[in-house]
T-cell receptor, first 114, second 113 residues
Framework: DTAVSQTPKYLVTQMGNDKSIKCEQN?????MYWYKQDSKKFLKIMFS???????INETVPNRFSPKSPDKAHLNLHINSLELGDSAVYFC?????????????FGQGTRLTVV | AQSVSQHNHHVILSEAASLELGCNYS??????LFWYVQYPGQHLQLLLK??????LVKGIKGFEAEFIKSKFSFNLRKPSVQWSDTAEYFC???????????FGKGNQVVVIP
């Protein structure tokens, strides 16, 4: 059983295209995240949702739009893809209502924009 | 907002050598502390965590970390590394009750057989 699953694992696309990455967690967590890992392996939070509500929105271009249809899913849609969007995108989840909690990560989606 | 510093981004050592990776954070309140490991081509996995209690925590694969509150540090150690420990190691900090998990820039560790 995969706790946090992302699809697709690899995504190669041309500049200017629109693409989506999906994330699902079966842990019963109430909070989900998107992180971007650049070529230097630096991990930076992009968005966080708690019970389908956006609670963290870092300085991310508005071409990136997260959508949470329910608390088990957090999808990431990217419009007008640019070369600089190439990175590995990690979805994660945690249980915010539990004081001491850890985040569980998905396998990552390696996005390559050509 | 909390921030995390990891130094010596690239670490190369031989099998059986001891490893210590430093992690310092800046946040004055109560924190939860984590070390995650990312093996080549894989996702992040939790190595160990500290919430409260004994400041010396033991994780998987022989790793341990010590929380020193006065130094705002949470250094990771392993007495004798193996080739399979080659990976990227990330320290992360979460202010208690905050949704934000802040990561350090990571340490790339290469263990030479």
């Amino acid at each position: 059983d995969t706790a946090v699953s992302q699809t697709p694992k690899y995504l190669v696309t041309q500049m200017g295209n629109d693409k989506s990455i999906k994330c699902e967690q079966n842990l019963g967590h109430d909070t989900m995240y998107w992180y971007k890992q650049d070529s230097k392996k630096f991990l930076k939070i992009m968005f966080s949702y708690n019970n389908k509500e956006l609670i963290i929105n870092e300085t991310v271009p508005n071409r990136f739009s997260p959508k949470s249809p329910d608390k088990a899913h957090l999808n990431l849609h990217i419009n007008s893809l640019e070369l600089g969007d190439s990175a590995v995108y990690f979805c994660a989840s945690s249980h915010q209502q539990v004081l001491n909690t850890e985040a569980f990560f998905g396998q990552g989606t390696r996005l390559t924009v050509v | 907002a909390q921030s995390v510093s990891q130094h010596n981004h690239h670490v190369i050592l031989s099998e059986a050598a001891s490893l210590e990776l430093g992690c310092n954070y800046s946040y004055g309140g109560t924190v939860n502390l984590f070390w995650y490991v990312q093996y080549p081509g894989q996702h992040l996995q939790l190595l160990l965590k500290y919430f409260s209690g004994d400041p010396l925590v033991k994780g998987i694969k022989g790793f341990e970390a010590e929380f020193i509150k006065s130094k705002f540090s949470f250094n990771l150690r392993k007495p004798s590394v193996q080739w399979s420990d080659t990976a990227e190691y990330f320290c992360a900090v979460n202010a208690r009750g905050n949704n934000r998990l802040a990561f350090g820039k990571g340490n790339q560790v290469v263990v030479i057989p």
